[in-house]
DNA sequence: AAATCAATACCGCTCTGCCGGGATTTTAAG
DNA sequence: CTTAAAATCCCGGCAGAGCGGTATTGATTT
């Protein structure tokens, strides 16, 4: 029977090298390349001919969610897994958008990655259950800050306002700078608060740190 | 000709097949263990009597540091190597201090993980091209922000005012709820200033956030 | 055309924080 | 015991920020 091909892709030689001995001697996957680089790997798909890449999310260059749209467009049958570490799970709605079929984490072992394998062969998603926990935590935390942000509707010129505040601007300094009236910084100000339920300046650089505004 | 032997040591298990594959078949070195944490190589150093550990840095429990100082208490012959990626390189104190003999990174090949067994048995140091230079900017970094640490003097008090400012406490609420005047958060505030070179608010959180004292 | 939104500006006032100084008491170090 | 440092507290004054409101104008949407 025929083994299926795989291609291994993560920035770290010793994580390609660790997930090629897991397949080692297996009966049904077998390595097909292994590569440092998601551009690299790209450049092989026609001649080596995967039907699975296992991949890293963070890597320079090209990375696993960019990489993972490229090769599905060409290659829509090929089923793509992603390797992550807990921090990563943050991405997830980008991952699975771009067509990942399923996530394991690094420290899987060769039972868990093979299952993987079998149950992405068949079709059906597959989520290791600390990589499917990590992400559904993120997944609700990302939500969440961006229901805070839409409920409070900043305009273009209150977020504008809040980053010279974050650049240690006084209201005075704002006004100047932005040619207006320091009466304007003020009511504009008096709106961020507002709107964010902030009521101090420590409490609004937070809030704009973790809507990432600034 | 009798095989170094080797211990290796990461909680990723993927980097230590990776690792271990990079020492298969050598002349000189052989894997003697491979453990996913810094405690369980611990158990079997007297059994397996190691000459060397290569460890990561970054690891849940006693991590690399720990585990170095650990090591070389009772085992100062044991040379040891760190594992890092660029982001450790901020510990290379903490490292050297414990008695760490060199450090590459986790892109490293055969031929430099060699170089470096080499160079580490033979009495000397080793850093690779990359981890050196990430890592004196790193020192350089942490050496500026505890000058101006030092140069700031914070007192205990002081510290402690700045967190409840962190907290968005104000001068009424931490004189509250540290059962002092007013008056005196006021002047801790004005020295706190003063010392941390800043001139406000936001300034003073930044200070307090790139100085870990929030 | 009307309604809505964003941006602008203002009012009079209060509150909070800051400033530049001074002082005493308690604790820790020499 | 003496000295130094830390912690505490106060003064009078001032500047900046915030508060709760109102209003106008231009652009956009319905």
Redesign the interface.
């Known amino acids: 029977m025929k083994k299926k091909r795989i291609f291994l892709v993560d920035?770290?030689?010793?994580?390609?090298?660790?997930?090629?001995?897991?397949l080692e001697n297996d009966d049904h996957f077998e390595t097909a390349g292994t590569y440092?680089s998601a551009a690299e790997a790209i450049k092989y798909i026609d001649s080596l001919k995967p039907d699975f890449i296992i991949t890293d999310i963070s890597m320079p260059g090209m990375n696993g969610i960019e990489f993972t749209a490229e090769v599905k467009k060409k290659y829509p049958h090929i089923k793509i897994i992603a390797l992550t570490m807990s921090g990563d799970a943050g991405m997830i709605e980008e991952m699975t958008a771009a067509g990942i079929s399923g996530y394991v984490l690094?420290?899987?072992?060769r039972k868990e990655l093979k299952e993987s394998l079998e149950k992405v062969s068949s079709g059906e998603m597959f989520y290791s259950t600390e990589a499917a926990a990590a992400m559904l935590m993120a997944l609700r935390q990302q939500k969440k800050l961006r229901e805070e942000e839409e409920k409070a509707h900043l305009t273009p010129r209150e977020k504008e306002i809040i980053k010279l505040?974050?650049?240690?601007y006084?209201n005075a300094m704002i006004a100047e700078s932005l040619f207006i009236s320091e009466r304007t910084v003020e009511t504009h100000r008096k709106n961020i608060f507002r709107k964010t339920n902030t009521?101090?300046?420590?409490?609004l650089?937070k809030y704009a740190m973790e809507h990432k505004l600034i």
């Open positions: 920035d770290h030689r010793m994580i390609l090298d660790g997930l090629q001995s897991l440092t690094k420290n899987t072992g505040i974050a650049q240690e006084s009521k101090n300046i420590v409490g650089i």
